[in-house]
């Protein structure tokens, strides 16, 4: 296989960024991290990384750097693993600096994300020629409770991928099988966008535990925090993106089928399959309020799905209630600063798929 990638650059020094780079590092790559903040960058004592879980090792990245320009300069590779509301943020501070044949994959894109990506560097006057994709999920199940300490507890079995631009689907695949071989390659943004299981998983059992998150009281995430009642709701939320998939063309994978291709987790209904998730049984719920499991699962995942919906005319009742709960207790209109149907055209997603 000819080799394409000398260095990566990793936007986002949280749990997915640190995991990232330091495993990227492993790998042999030159590693480059960034963080939005001088502040955060000041926090890392050093570029040394300590890996544990699926893999143990001590690693270290080349550079750790607010600067864009600096991190991305002459990387191959661009792996955007910020939460996604930020993508607008990171579209804009890196349009100035990118060159033709560079990767960037938003890891995950969530819903409608490089719509999102593309559209800012469009209004930013970028003109470079680069290969843009998302994916459907976070490539590890990972946590980083301590800087620079990284715990991979599961690199997914399955991971798809899209590019904005179908045409450079088999270039960016061949890319991203030199680090990554169990990506494939998805249909095309719908299939990735609406495969977003993060809206399922996170928003609903937080607010469902939304007291103890507030006494920031430790519980196991998935094992605690989801019971067969909220797994229930979770089911019927699933249903209805998978409706709206339907609508727009896609098929894509329950989320009972897609526990099953991604950890092999077998159970006679959601709620069991969660419970024999091994790479979930450790995995401590947040404990602060504001967390990405509300700001950004709502905002990219909840909201566009909803928002697609009501284009095609599929009803998203328990979709829309959790948005209008949340925008209650948080004090928010979740769907006006979501990816709504100002920023994207659901309805040419539709003309495009049935003319």
Request: charged fraction near 25%.
């Given at each position: 296989?000819?080799?394409?990638?000398?260095?990566?650059?990793?936007?986002?020094?949280?749990?997915?960024?640190?995991?990232?780079?330091?495993?990227?590092?492993?790998?042999?790559?030159?590693?480059?991290?960034?963080?939005?903040?001088?502040?955060?960058?000041?926090?890392?004592?050093?570029?040394?990384?300590?890996?544990?879980?699926?893999?143990?090792?001590?690693?270290?990245?080349?550079?750790?750097?607010?600067?864009?320009?600096?991190?991305?300069?002459?990387?191959?590779?661009?792996?955007?693993?910020?939460?996604?509301?930020?993508?607008?943020?990171?579209?804009?501070?890196?349009?100035?600096?990118?060159?033709?044949?560079?990767?960037i994959v938003l890891n995950p894109?969530?819903?409608?994300?490089?719509?999102?990506?593309?559209?800012?560097?469009?209004e930013c006057g970028s003109k470079a020629d680069i290969m843009l994709g998302e994916t459907d999920t976070f490539t590890f199940t990972c946590r980083c409770v301590e800087l620079r300490k990284p715990q991979i507890y599961k690199i997914k079995d399955v991971v798809r991928l899209a590019a904005h631009d179908n045409s450079y689907s088999d270039r960016l695949l061949a890319m991203m099988h030199e680090v990554f071989e169990m990506y494939s390659i998805a249909e095309n943004i719908l299939y990735t966008g609406f495969a977003n299981i993060g809206m399922i998983f996170h928003p609903m059992p937080i607010l469902m535990n939304i007291t103890k998150v507030e006494a920031k009281e430790e519980f196991k995430f998935y094992v605690e925090g989801i019971t067969?009642?909220?797994?229930?709701?979770?089911?019927?939320?699933?249903?209805?993106?998978?409706?709206?998939?339907?609508?727009?063309?896609?098929?894509?994978?329950?989320?009972?089928?897609?526990?099953?291709?991604?950890?092999?987790?077998?159970?006679?209904?959601?709620?069991?399959?969660?419970?024999?998730?091994?790479?979930?049984?450790t995995?401590?719920?947040?404990?602060?309020?504001?967390?990405?499991?509300?700001?950004?699962?709502?905002?990219?995942?909840?909201?566009?799905t909803s928002c697609a919906g009501k284009a095609a005319g599929i009803k998203t009742e328990t979709l829309d209630t959790l948005i209008k709960w949340a925008s209650i207790l948080y004090g928010r209109d979740f769907r006006a600063e979501g990816r709504n149907e100002n920023l994207i055209d659901f309805e040419s997603y539709l003309i495009r798929q049935y003319g």
């Amino acid at each position: 296989m000819n080799k394409q990638i000398n260095k990566i650059a990793v936007i986002s020094s949280g749990n997915g960024g640190q995991s990232m780079a330091a495993y990227f590092a492993y790998l042999g790559y030159r590693v480059a991290l960034y963080a939005r903040e001088a502040e955060r960058v000041d926090m890392f004592p050093d570029f040394k990384f300590t890996i544990s879980g699926v893999v143990n090792a001590e690693t270290e990245v080349e550079l750790i750097s607010s600067d864009m320009g600096e991190v991305i300069e002459d990387a191959q590779l661009i792996m955007v693993t910020t939460p996604a509301q930020y993508h607008p943020i990171v579209a804009r501070a890196m349009a100035p600096h990118l060159v033709d044949n560079q990767a960037i994959v938003l890891n995950p894109g969530r819903t409608f994300g490089t719509t999102v990506f593309s559209r800012v560097l469009m209004e930013c006057g970028s003109k470079a020629d680069i290969m843009l994709g998302e994916t459907d999920t976070f490539t590890f199940t990972c946590r980083c409770v301590e800087l620079r300490k990284p715990q991979i507890y599961k690199i997914k079995d399955v991971v798809r991928l899209a590019a904005h631009d179908n045409s450079y689907s088999d270039r960016l695949l061949a890319m991203m099988h030199e680090v990554f071989e169990m990506y494939s390659i998805a249909e095309n943004i719908l299939y990735t966008g609406f495969a977003n299981i993060g809206m399922i998983f996170h928003p609903m059992p937080i607010l469902m535990n939304i007291t103890k998150v507030e006494a920031k009281e430790e519980f196991k995430f998935y094992v605690e925090g989801i019971t067969p009642l909220v797994a229930s709701l979770l089911e019927k939320m699933d249903l209805e993106r998978v409706a709206v998939a339907n609508a727009y063309g896609v098929s894509i994978p329950t989320a009972r089928r897609w526990l099953e291709d991604c950890y092999g987790s077998r159970g006679s209904n959601l709620y069991e399959q969660i419970q024999n998730t091994e790479a979930y049984k450790t995995v401590i719920a947040p404990k602060d309020l504001d967390t990405r499991y509300i700001n950004e699962d709502i905002l990219t995942g909840c909201v566009p799905t909803s928002c697609a919906g009501k284009a095609a005319g599929i009803k998203t009742e328990t979709l829309d209630t959790l948005i209008k709960w949340a925008s209650i207790l948080y004090g928010r209109d979740f769907r006006a600063e979501g990816r709504n149907e100002n920023l994207i055209d659901f309805e040419s997603y539709l003309i495009r798929q049935y003319g």
